[in-house]
């Protein structure tokens, strides 16, 4: 990963990087042993928690491979979740097609939420004239506060999360950052901004603590506690809900493809594929010479980004050329603007104290 822009990359005297560390300590104080009888206590606390209620849990639903076999484990285990998609203007068709198919072959109900586009069209073109690598927060932030806000809203106590260790366990802040910083994301829209965030779904720490710790609303990463393997997972979707994969991990939406296959990569000299390549070597489903030929590919098909970029200009409702000057824009980061990183750090750094003593679900 030496490639990569992440400053914050080091190695042991194993020669050992601290994302292989962190994923061994990740996974020796999150993975259970007995896996099989954790998860079975786990269902029975979400099937009791629902009882009397429509759902038991909700699933956010993308379309993509991991929330898409979540779903599909929830109804194997027997609960009743309520599929929530948030639509932000980007779904391919594919994606469309996916969920559609899926849900109704599973039975599963779903409540999809659309943002005013305007409204999300403003906050994304402010992230890009930020010029920091963060451009898909929005995105990430606002499914997060759909699900804990539709949980609090039908009085659902879980929250089923398609995060997992398998093949998302690298975190690089400087490749990513905000998920739950929502001052961040506004001081961002107040420089760069110029509509109203009127029904663009957000939460603050303090709305997050009530959630979490008052309603007593959690979030549980269901996958880890089976042997998740994406192989596995996309060929029994494929095989058994009519399922179709697409071609790289996220890509499900549009300008997750264009972001992270062609800005990130021109603009921040991040690619992303490393630290997604990385979990799956450090979860044994690929070899390092797999993925080593898998890097090697381009990132982008390059016969199609100047009609892509066309397109995004045209979603924005700018000029291809003013799209092409903003891309060129000298990188800056999250620490040039308002935020709560200290705080984020804390609130992580207590959730796993807590989940160290069996007082929060892991």
């Known amino acids: 990963m030496n490639s990569i822009a992440d400053k914050n990359l080091f190695l042991n005297e194993n020669s050992e990087c601290n994302h292989c560390q962190r994923y061994d300590s990740l996974v020796e104080s999150r993975i259970f042993s007995d896996q099989g009888k954790s998860l079975s206590k786990l269902v029975e606390k979400i ?4 009882k009397n209620k429509d759902f038991d849990c909700i ?3 993308s379309g993509g491979v991991d929330s898409t076999y979540l779903a599909y484990i929830a109804k194997k285990l027997g609960l009743r979740p309520l599929a929530v998609h948030f639509d932000n203007g980007w779904n391919s068709e594919l994606a469309i097609k996916n969920i559609e198919k899926v849900l109704k072959k599973l039975k599963i109900e779903l409540y999809t939420y659309v943002v005013e586009w305007e409204e999300f069209r403003d906050l994304q073109l402010s992230f890009l004239e930020a010029a920091v690598p963060d451009g898909e927060i929005p995105t990430d932030h606002a499914i997060s506060a759909l699900l804990w806000k539709t949980a609090s809203k ?8 398609g995060l997992n260790f398998a093949t998302e366990a690298v975190s690089v802040p400087d490749w990513s950052y905000g998920h739950s910083d929502w001052k961040y994301i506004k001081s961002v829209h107040k420089k760069f901004g110029i509509k109203k965030l009127k029904t663009f779904p957000h939460f603050n720490f303090f709305e997050l603590f009530y959630i979490n710790f008052i309603k007593d609303v959690r979030s549980v990463s269901i996958l880890n506690y089976l042997d998740y393997n994406k ?7 494929t095989n058994e809900l009519d399922w179709t994969q697409y071609e790289g991990k996220h890509y499900e939406s549009f300008y997750t493809k264009f972001y992270q296959g062609y800005v990130l990569p021109t603009q921040f000299n991040i690619d992303k594929r490393y630290g997604h390549l990385s979990d799956l070597i450090n979860s044994k489903q690929i070899s390092r010479d797999q993925a080593i030929d898998e890097i090697q590919k381009p990132s982008y098909d390059h016969n199609s980004i100047e009609a892509d970029k066309e397109y995004v200009a045209k979603k924005f409702n700018i000029s291809k050329e003013k799209l092409e000057k903003i891309l060129s824009l000298k990188p800056s980061s999250f620490r040039d603007y308002p935020n709560s990183y200290d705080l984020v750090q804390f609130a992580r750094n207590s959730v796993n104290f807590l989940r160290k003593y069996n007082l929060y679900p892991k």
């Open 59 to 61: 699933v956010g639903v």
């Open 231 to 237: 192989k596995t997972a996309m060929d029994l979707l």
């Open 47 to 50: 099937k009791n928690a629902g």
């Open 154 to 161: 039908f009085k659902i106590k879980y929250i089923l999360s």
